[in-house]
C-alpha cells in the first residue's frame, strides 16, 4: 500500500520513446557542448596564467578561486533549497491500488458536494419556511438525513472519515493537534512536515488514501476541488486543488501582520502579530516579512505607505514595481510578492490588505501571504498547470486552507463588516470555480467543498442564542440574517447543481457536523490539576503555560491538549512516564466517570456529556501510536479552551465565551451530527459518515478494501 505507482507505458509507447530518446539525447548532448566551450577556453587561459605567477601571487590567485567556487556553489545550493522549502512541486501519484471490480457502474457520474458545519436542525427549521426550494425538492425527490458524525466532531477527523471510510484508528487523525509521544510536544495534523535534503517536505496527514485515489487507480476521470486534509495536492485522473490545511508562504495558517502606530493595549490578545510603526499622517517606509530562509531569519520586502487621501493609502513595493491602494474599510487587491534567497530562488506569492484607522494613527492589517497558484512553491494544484489555469480564469484567488480570516475578527484588528467582505470573496471563487467543473463534467468523479459556511457560524452564531454571553459586550443581533443568508446561498450552489445533472448521475450532499453555541470555555488541564492528576513545578494556585512549560511530570498522571484529547503520563511510552501498565485502564475509566460528574457550579449544567476510552470505540493501528487515552464529549454550550488546546492551565476552571467565535461543533458527536442529502433513496436508515466511501466505489461498480467499516448507502 506505501509503493508509488509513477505511470505506466504499454510498450508500444515504450518502443516510440526509446528510438525518439537518442536523437534527443545527441541533441542535448550537443547543445551544452557548445553551452561549456566558453567556459573551457576561459579555464585554460587562466592555469596558463596561473603557472607564470611566483609565491604569493600563486596564493591570492588560489584564495580568490576558491571564494569564488565556494560563492557559485553557494548560491547553487539556494537555488534549489527555497526560502522554506522545494521550488518545484513534487510528482505526487496514488499508491499501488487493488482495484476490484465487483459489478458494471451504476451512474455514469457520481458527484460529492460538501458543504462544512450545514446544521440540521437549521436546515429543517428553514425548509419548513419555504426558505430553501432546492433542498427540499431534493429531500422530497431523494433523501434528508442526519449523517453521524466523527468523535470528535472536528473537521479533520470528519473530512478525513468521509474521505477514508473509516474511523481515527485507520487514517490517522484524531483532533486538530496530537502529541509527539515521548516528547510532550504538540503538532498540528492537518499535514506533515520534516527538513529534507532540499528545506520543508510536507506530505499529507492521512495514513489511508481517500475514495479519489481508487476512482482514479480504476481509470475513472476524478476532480477534487478544496477537500480539507488534502494538502499537499494529490495525483488524479483530472485535477487536484488542495483546501483546508495548505499554509500560508510562511509556513503558518494564516499570519496576519497588523501595522499599528499608535500604544499597544496592555491587553492585547495577539501582541506577535503587530508592527509598530511611526506615522507622520503622510508617509512611511516598513517592510513585509518574508518565509525563513534558516536559523530563524527571515528575508523581507521594504514596503512604502503613502496616503493619496482622507481615506486612502498607496501601498508600493519598488522592488517589484508593485503598488496597490487601499480605501478605509475596504479590502485593497491583490499586491504580488516575490522573495529570493538565491540565485534564481524566488517564491511568489501575494497579500491584501484592510485599512481600518488613518487618524490620529495608523491601524493596517495585512493578510497572510498566500500561495501563488501559477508558481508553487509547493503542490497547491494537481496538475501544476491547473494552478495557472485557475488563475487565468478567476484572476488571483485565495489559495490558504482558511482563508477567512477570523483571527483578526477575533483578535478585534477589524469588524465584521470587513469579515463578512472576506467571506463574500472567498464564496464567490468557490462558485465560480464550481461553474467551472460543472461545465465539463462528463462522466466520473466530482469532489467539490464549500467551507465559508462554517467560518460564518462560528463568528455569528450569538445571533442565534439570546442568552449568550458575547451579546453583553456587543451588538450582534443586526447581524441576524447572516447565517441564514448562508444558507440560502448554499441553497443557491444546490441549485446551480441540479441544474447540471441528470437521472445517471448520483448526488451525495454532506456536512462533516451540525452547529451549537459555545458559551463557556473548559480549562481542562485546570480540571485534572484540582483533580490530583496534574501538577505544576510552581505550585498548582498558578497558571500553567502554554505547552506545558510549568507542569511537573514527575507527579502528573494525565494532560489535555486538542479539543477534545486526554493523554496519560505512561510509563515507557512518554520521557518522564509514571503510570504503571497495569493501572492503565483503571485509570482512564477513573478518569473519564469523574469528567461526566464535571458540573458548572454557576449554571448547574453538566460540563461534560460523555467521555469514552479510544481502545473502546477505534481499532486500527493509530490508536496506540498516535491517538490519545480518552476522548471528552463536551455538553452544549461549553468548548475546551483555546488553552487548553495548547497545553495551557489558567487559574479559572471555565470562562465566558465573549470573543468574537460564538458557535462552535467541538463537543460530544451525538450532539452535532452533520446533513446527508442524496438525490437516490438510501437502503441505510441511520447513515455515519464512512458510508460514504463504499457508496462512492459502489457507484462505480468498485469494490472497498477490506479495512472500510462504511456500508453502502444505495
Same mark, same amino acid.
Given at each position: 500500500?506505501?509503493?508509488?505507482?509513477? #505511470?505506466?507505458?504499454?510498450?508500444?509507447? /515504450? *518502443?516510440?520513446?526509446?528510438?525518439?530518446?537518442?536523437?534527443?539525447?545527441?541533441?542535448?548532448?550537443?547543445?551544452?557542448?557548445?553551452?561549456?566551450?566558453?567556459?573551457?577556453?576561459?579555464?585554460?587561459?587562466?592555469?596558463?596564467? %596561473?603557472?607564470?605567477?611566483?609565491?604569493?601571487?600563486?596564493?591570492?590567485?588560489?584564495? $580568490?578561486?576558491?571564494?569564488?567556487?565556494?560563492?557559485?556553489?553557494?548560491?547553487?545550493?539556494?537555488?534549489?533549497? @527555497? &526560502?522554506?522549502?522545494? *521550488?518545484?512541486?513534487?510528482?505526487?501519484?496514488?499508491?499501488?491500488?487493488? $482495484?476490484?471490480?465487483?459489478?458494471?457502474?451504476?451512474?455514469?457520474?457520481? /458527484?460529492?458536494?460538501?458543504?462544512?458545519?450545514?446544521?440540521?436542525?437549521? /436546515?429543517?427549521?428553514?425548509?419548513?419556511?419555504?426558505?430553501?426550494?432546492?433542498?427540499?425538492?431534493?429531500?422530497?425527490?431523494?433523501?434528508?438525513?442526519?449523517?453521524? @458524525?466523527?468523535?470528535?466532531?472536528?473537521?479533520?477527523?470528519?473530512?478525513? +472519515?468521509? =474521505? +477514508?471510510?473509516?474511523?481515527?484508528?485507520?487514517?490517522?487523525?484524531?483532533?486538530?493537534?496530537?502529541? @509527539?509521544? #515521548?516528547?510532550?510536544?504538540?503538532e498540528l495534523t492537518l499535514r506533515r512536515s520534516h527538513i529534507g535534503l532540499r528545506g520543508t517536505v510536507y506530505d499529507k496527514a492521512r495514513d489511508r488514501e481517500g475514495f479519489w485515489a481508487f476512482t482514479s487507480a480504476a481509470g475513472i476521470p476524478t476532480t477534487v476541488i478544496r477537500w480539507p486534509v488534502s494538502f499537499p495536492a494529490e495525483q488524479v485522473t483530472g485535477r487536484f486543488l488542495s483546501g483546508f490545511g495548505v499554509p500560508d508562504l510562511l509556513g503558518g495558517e494564516g499570519r496576519y501582520t497588523y501595522y499599528l502606530s499608535g500604544p499597544v493595549p496592555k491587553d492585547d490578545p495577539a501582541v506577535h502579530h503587530i508592527v509598530e510603526v511611526p506615522w507622520n499622517g503622510r508617509s512611511l517606509e516598513t517592510e513585509i516579512k518574508g518565509p525563513a530562509t534558516g536559523r530563524n531569519r527571515h528575508v523581507s520586502l521594504p514596503l512604502l505607505i503613502k496616503r493619496t487621501g482622507k481615506d486612502r493609502l498607496r501601498l508600493s513595493i519598488a522592488k517589484l514595481d508593485a503598488s496597490v491602494e487601499a480605501t478605509r474599510g475596504q479590502w485593497s487587491d491583490w499586491l504580488p510578492v516575490e522573495f529570493s534567497g538565491g540565485l534564481a530562488a524566488t517564491v511568489h506569492g501575494y497579500v491584501k490588505f484592510m485599512l481600518t484607522e488613518l487618524d490620529p494613527h495608523l491601524k493596517l492589517v495585512t493578510s497572510p501571504i498566500h500561495m501563488d497558484p501559477s508558481q508553487q512553491p509547493f503542490p497547491l494544484t494537481y496538475p501544476a498547470s491547473y494552478g495557472r489555469q485557475l488563475q487565468r480564469q478567476l484572476g488571483r484567488f485565495h489559495t490558504l486552507g482558511m482563508p477567512e480570516q477570523v483571527q483578526p475578527l477575533v483578535h478585534r484588528r477589524y469588524g465584521y463588516t470587513a469579515f463578512l467582505a472576506e467571506c463574500r470573496t472567498v464564496h464567490h471563487e468557490r462558485v465560480r470555480m464550481l461553474d467551472l467543473e460543472l461545465e465539463r463534467f462528463r462522466h466520473g468523479l466530482l469532489a467539490f467543498v464549500f467551507d465559508t459556511c462554517d467560518r460564518v457560524q462560528h463568528a455569528f452564531w450569538a445571533t442565534r442564542d439570546p442568552h449568550h454571553p458575547l451579546r453583553r459586550v456587543e451588538n450582534v443581533q443586526r447581524y441576524?440574517?447572516?447565517?441564514?443568508? /448562508? %444558507?440560502?446561498?448554499?441553497?443557491?450552489?444546490?441549485?446551480?447543481?441540479?441544474?447540471?445533472?441528470?437521472?445517471?448521475?448520483?448526488?451525495?450532499?454532506?456536512?462533516?457536523?451540525?452547529? +451549537?453555541?459555545?458559551?463557556?470555555?473548559?480549562?481542562?488541564?485546570?480540571?485534572?490539576?484540582?483533580? #490530583?492528576?496534574?501538577?505544576?513545578?510552581?505550585?498548582?494556585?498558578?497558571? #500553567?503555560?502554554?505547552?506545558?512549560?510549568?507542569?511537573?511530570?514527575?507527579? @502528573?498522571?494525565?494532560? =489535555?491538549?486538542?479539543? =477534545?484529547?486526554?493523554?496519560?503520563?505512561?510509563?515507557?511510552?512518554?520521557?518522564?512516564?509514571?503510570?504503571?501498565?497495569?493501572? %492503565?485502564?483503571?485509570?482512564?475509566? *477513573?478518569? !473519564? =466517570? *469523574?469528567?461526566?460528574?464535571?458540573?458548572?457550579?454557576? +449554571?448547574?449544567?453538566?460540563?461534560?456529556?460523555?467521555? %469514552?476510552?479510544?481502545?473502546?470505540?477505534?481499532?486500527?493501528?493509530?490508536?496506540?501510536?498516535?491517538?490519545?487515552?480518552?476522548?471528552?464529549?463536551?455538553?452544549?454550550?461549553?468548548?475546551?479552551?483555546?488553552?487548553? !488546546?495548547?497545553?495551557?492551565?489558567?487559574?479559572?476552571?471555565?470562562?465566558?465565551?465573549?470573543?468574537?467565535?460564538?458557535?462552535?461543533?467541538? &463537543?460530544?458527536?451525538?450532539?452535532?451530527?452533520?446533513?446527508?442529502?442524496?438525490?437516490?433513496?438510501?437502503?441505510?436508515?441511520?447513515?455515519?459518515?464512512?458510508?460514504?466511501?463504499?457508496?462512492?466505489?459502489?457507484?462505480?461498480?468498485?469494490?472497498?478494501?477490506?479495512?472500510?467499516?462504511?456500508?453502502?448507502?444505495?
Open positions: 500500500m506505501n509503493a508509488r505507482l509513477l #505511470g505506466y507505458i504499454d510498450p508500444g509507447t /515504450m *518502443q516510440t520513446v526509446l528510438v525518439g530518446a537518442g536523437g534527443l539525447l545527441a541533441a542535448i548532448g550537443s547543445f551544452f557542448l557548445l553551452l561549456l566551450w566558453p567556459l573551457r577556453v576561459v579555464f585554460f587561459r587562466a592555469r596558463r596564467r %596561473y603557472r607564470r605567477l611566483h609565491g604569493a601571487g600563486k596564493v591570492a590567485t588560489a584564495c $580568490v578561486a576558491v571564494s569564488v567556487i565556494a560563492a557559485v556553489a553557494w548560491g547553487g545550493y539556494l537555488s534549489v533549497n @527555497t &526560502i522554506w522549502g522545494e *521550488q518545484q512541486p513534487r510528482a505526487l501519484a496514488p499508491p499501488e491500488l487493488a $482495484v476490484v471490480r465487483r459489478g458494471p457502474p451504476r451512474f455514469e457520474r457520481v /458527484m460529492v458536494l460538501g458543504m462544512d458545519g450545514l446544521d440540521p436542525g437549521v /436546515m429543517r427549521e428553514m425548509m419548513s419556511a419555504g426558505e430553501l426550494p432546492n433542498f427540499r425538492r431534493l429531500a422530497e425527490e431523494g433523501t434528508f438525513a442526519e449523517l453521524a @458524525t466523527s468523535n470528535p466532531p472536528a473537521s479533520p477527523v470528519a473530512w478525513s +472519515t468521509i =474521505a +477514508t471510510g473509516c474511523g481515527p484508528g485507520e487514517h490517522g487523525v484524531f483532533d486538530f493537534l496530537h502529541r @509527539t509521544p #515521548g516528547h510532550y510536544l504538540l441576524a440574517d447572516v447565517i441564514p443568508g /448562508m %444558507y440560502r446561498q448554499m441553497d443557491d450552489v444546490l441549485g446551480r447543481v441540479l441544474a447540471k445533472i441528470d437521472s445517471r448521475t448520483a448526488l451525495l450532499v454532506v456536512s462533516d457536523h451540525g452547529f +451549537t453555541s459555545y458559551r463557556r470555555s473548559a480549562n481542562v488541564n485546570r480540571w485534572l490539576i484540582e483533580h #490530583g492528576y496534574m501538577h505544576l513545578k510552581s505550585g498548582d494556585e498558578s497558571p #500553567g503555560h502554554d505547552l506545558f512549560a510549568d507542569v511537573d511530570w514527575s507527579r @502528573t498522571q494525565a494532560y =489535555a491538549y486538542g479539543f =477534545a484529547s486526554l493523554s496519560l503520563n505512561l510509563a515507557g511510552r512518554e520521557s518522564y512516564g509514571i503510570v504503571e501498565l497495569d493501572r %492503565y485502564r483503571s485509570l482512564c475509566e *477513573q478518569i !473519564a =466517570a *469523574q469528567l461526566r460528574e464535571w458540573t458548572d457550579p454557576e +449554571t448547574g449544567e453538566p460540563v461534560v456529556h460523555n467521555a %469514552y476510552l479510544v481502545r473502546d470505540i477505534y481499532h486500527g493501528p493509530d490508536v496506540v501510536t498516535k491517538g490519545p487515552d480518552l476522548l471528552i464529549g463536551l455538553n452544549r454550550g461549553y468548548r475546551a479552551s483555546w488553552s487548553t !488546546a495548547v497545553g495551557g492551565a489558567p487559574i479559572k476552571l471555565l470562562e465566558d465565551q465573549v470573543s468574537r467565535w460564538s458557535g462552535d461543533h467541538l &463537543i460530544d458527536p451525538s450532539l452535532v451530527p452533520g446533513i446527508l442529502f442524496s438525490n437516490q433513496k438510501l437502503s441505510v436508515e441511520h447513515p455515519t459518515q464512512p458510508d460514504i466511501f463504499p457508496t462512492v466505489l459502489g457507484a462505480f461498480g468498485l469494490a472497498s478494501p477490506d479495512y472500510v467499516q462504511g456500508r453502502p448507502l444505495f
